[in-house]
Each structure stands twice: as C-alpha cells, then as structure tokens.
C-alpha cells in the first residue's frame, strides 16, 4: 500500500500539477480515497450525478476543468439538483473554488490524476494530513464536503451531514469510516 500511494505521489510531483512536494499530501491517504470514491462516484472517474437531465458531449475523464465548469453552469441553469461530477462528485462551486483558491488550471484535463489531486486539497482543509488532528472532528469535516460519509459525532452521528436535503444520505459505516481515518499515518 505505501508503496502505490508513493507512485501516486511520484507521478503527481513529476506532472503538469502544481508541485507536491515538501509532503503537503503526506500520509496514507488510498484507503480513505478509495472507501469515499467508491460510494461517492460509484461509476468511476466518469461519473455524473443522476440528478443531470443531460449528460456532457463526452467523457468527464477527457474534458477540461474549464469545460467541466461550463457543462456544470449549463446543468444548473436547467434546473439540476446536483451538478456533481467525477469520482469524487465535486459540484461546481467547489470545483470553482478549487481552481481559484489553489490556482489550479482549468486547461487541466478532468482525469484520474487531476480528480484525486482536487480531492486531496479537500482533505488536507480538513486536517486529513495533520498528525495531530482529532478524528472525530476530522471526520465531520470530511462528511461535510462528501455526503456518503457519516458524521462522527454531534447529533447527526452516524447521519450525512446533507442528510434531509432530499438528495443525499450516508452510505458508509461510521466505524468503517473511524478506522480508514485512523490508519492514515500506518504504513
């Protein structure tokens, strides 16, 4: 496992993306990508919210951030529920603010390399490569910006934190949610 999520590290650091060096994404963060991508994206990198009432002209993994943003403003603007898109089912406002916050290109193609890189940037908000971060409010956060995942405390434990909300409910155990965050720093 350390071994593949170093390549993933080697492969980001040696790509069009900004630099990851200095650690910034350091711990083991596969298995929690992986636990929250499958429930989130269930269909993989190409991924579009069923609440879409049209799909893009081609494959998300081929478009551009930019065309990604565009397809999502066309969607919302026909009423969508959810613009979510990708294995990480990132909606447009986080997309958008992730590529002004961060910096990132939106001449960068969608693809598994670049949706795992956005992703981590939400993690790391969260604390997820902080050693000394407490779990359960970790957790919260990181249920916060993923629905499939269960709060950890507080009184929606156990609940999606969009819970209500017509769209979304957690999929995932909280005590297999509890013990993928408190694996990340075991190699």
């Known amino acids: 496992m350390f071994r593949s999520t170093c390549f993933t590290f080697a492969l980001l650091a040696c790509s069009t993306l900004p630099s990851v060096a200095g650690g910034r994404f350091a711990a083991n963060d596969t298995d929690f990508l992986n636990l929250m991508g499958n429930h989130e994206g269930y269909r993989g990198y190409g991924t579009v919210s069923d609440y879409a009432p ?3 002209d081609r494959e998300v993994e081929r478009m551009t951030i ?5 397809y999502q403003e066309r969607i ?5 529920r959810s613009s979510a898109v990708g294995r990480y089912q990132f ?7 992730l590529v002004e916050e961060e910096e990132v290109s939106p001449n960068l193609v969608f693809d598994e390399e670049v949706q795992t890189y956005l992703a981590r940037f939400l993690m790391e908000d969260c604390g997820f490569y902080d050693t000394e971060a407490e ?12 629905a499939a995942l269960p709060m950890l405390s507080g009184p929606q434990k156990g609940l999606s934190a969009h819970e209500g909300d017509g769209l979304n409910h957690a999929s995932i155990a909280p005590e297999t949610f ?10």
Not at 91 to 97: A, F, K, P, Q, V
Not at 135 to 146: D, P, Q, S, V
């Open 54 to 56: 049209v799909l893009p």
């Open 91 to 97: 909606i447009h406002e986080t997309l958008s603010d």
């Open 76 to 80: 919302r603007a026909m009423g969508t």
């Open 135 to 146: 779990i359960a409010a970790l957790g919260n956060c990181l249920a916060g910006r993923w």
């Open 66 to 70: 930019g065309e990604i943003l565009a």
């Open 178 to 187: 509890l013990a993928v965050l408190e694996s990340r720093f075991t190699w």
